[in-house]
């Protein structure tokens, strides 16, 4: 288990998603120790924590209060400072300092919400995102599973054989490299309720998921293709240069990654297709 660092009667850790380390600052260990425990895999160690994070957030506790944590997200961005909010948090960050602060109670789910868009905004800028989609990794590649609620990601993450490794049931982390593009493994879990192994491996098609009365593959035009993906994409910022950019990743990914729809019966033949 990594170990706490303090300083200046603070507690550190480090939690590194998608190759990307975020160090965590509070004063309370009671709520470091949760952090801990939630992001069990992806918590680094004393030695990362001690420098190299590419963002530092010091975390206030705030008292319980009535706040919706399903409130609507706003983020933007004025003079070089992100602003993130929602019912049960207020975040400020600042790339160019790579440091910011966050306003939560003391539970993992405020926390979890800005991990995630603050992901959204850096892989932005470099040509990766988040994706509402299951994704696993098969002889060494890996492949990505959206669709819309209730289209089978969860179903098709229970029912991959022994010898698939699970990178996320519900949020998938794409990073662009120059050969092509590679999946992380991410805590972000959904129904599941199982953190991902953190691993990574070059994607290798991403499949439109739908349920029907038997296992096939189909082809879809590159336009449905951007369609769908774009329509599956996490994205908060109210942010125009961002949303040209995403625009741009989202086109740029489906001209190099097969993308195809996927119609299975709820068991696990399906997986005899994939790999």
């Not at 003391?106 to 991990?115: E, G, K, R, T, W």
């Not at 990601?153 to 990178?167: E, G, H």
Request: glycine share 8%; net charge negative; proline share 6%.
């Amino acid at each position: 288990m990594p170990e706490l660092t303090t300083d200046v009667e603070r507690l550190s850790l480090v939690i590194e998603i998608g190759g990307m380390p975020v160090r965590v600052h509070t004063t309370d260990a009671r709520f470091l120790s949760m952090l801990q425990d939630r992001y069990a895999g992806f918590v680094t160690s004393s030695e990362c924590a001690e420098g190299g994070a590419e963002i530092d957030f010091d975390v206030d506790l705030t008292p319980p209060r009535f706040a919706d944590p399903n409130a609507v997200v706003r983020v933007t961005q004025h003079l070089g400072r992100w602003t993130l909010e929602r019912g049960d948090f207020r975040a400020e960050w600042k790339p160019a300092s790579r440091t910011g602060w966050i306003r939560q109670t003391s539970n993992p789910y405020s926390i979890d919400a800005v991990l995630r868009i603050v992901h959204t905004l850096v892989l932005a800028r470099q040509g990766g995102f988040l994706l509402h989609s299951a994704s696993a990794i098969r002889n060494g590649k890996a492949f990505l599973f959206a669709g819309v609620s209730e289209a089978g990601k969860t179903t098709i993450s229970r029912l991959a054989p022994p010898d698939v490794t699970l990178l996320t049931d519900e949020i998938s982390y794409v990073r662009k490299q120059e050969a092509g593009y590679v999946a992380y493994g991410t805590p972000f879990t959904g129904e599941l309720a199982k953190l991902g192994e953190n691993v990574s491996a070059p994607i290798a098609a991403l499949y439109l998921l739908a349920k029907g009365p038997e296992n096939r593959i189909e082809p879809i035009s590159p336009g449905e293709a951007a369609r769908s993906l774009l329509a599956n994409l996490l994205f908060f910022a109210e942010d125009e240069e961002l949303v040209q950019s995403t625009f741009h990743s989202a086109f740029e990914f489906v001209s190099r990654v097969p993308v195809s729809r996927l119609t299975f019966v709820p068991d696990a033949r399906v997986w005899e297709l994939i790999g």
